[in-house]
């Protein structure tokens, strides 16, 4: 399953702005803001309803440096898709570990594919939860 997408901007305060008036009707709204400190890709914000981010933007080139994220169940999927992603010709971007900076539990896992796209497998669960 889909877990969020990012998409990089060219001016991210104007991009910000430009999101939170578009999506409001829809009922999205401004979830979680990251800085530049606490993600390697820059500051960057998500969009989602529910208390769910799932659509992130982030300084940068648009058309270059798309992130995609596939949800995880367990923090051994996470583990596993690393591994495959790399046998299968992927490069490093982040090794399984847990990335608080997003939420606490945050258990992620980062690739770029063969193309350059940013890969990410993400579990939400927490650890005493993953063989549930």
């Not at 401004?30 to 659509?55: H, M, T, W």
């Amino acid at each position: 399953m889909m877990d969020h997408l990012g998409l990089p901007v060219r001016d991210y305060a104007a991009a910000k702005a430009f999101y939170l008036a578009a999506l409001k009707p829809l009922g999205i709204g401004l979830i979680r803001e990251v800085s530049a400190e606490q993600n390697p890709s820059g500051e960057a914000c998500g969009f989602g309803s529910d208390g769910k981010p799932y659509f992130w933007i982030g300084g940068g080139a648009p058309g270059a440096g798309v992130h995609l994220a596939f949800e995880a169940r367990s923090r051994a999927e996470v583990d596993a898709f690393y591994a495959a992603a790399l046998a299968a010709g992927a490069t490093d971007n982040g090794a399984p570990g847990l990335r608080p900076q997003y939420h606490p539990g945050y258990y992620a896992a980062f690739v770029i594919d063969p193309e350059g796209i940013n890969l990410e497998a993400v579990c939400h669960r927490p650890e005493a939860d993953d063989a549930a």
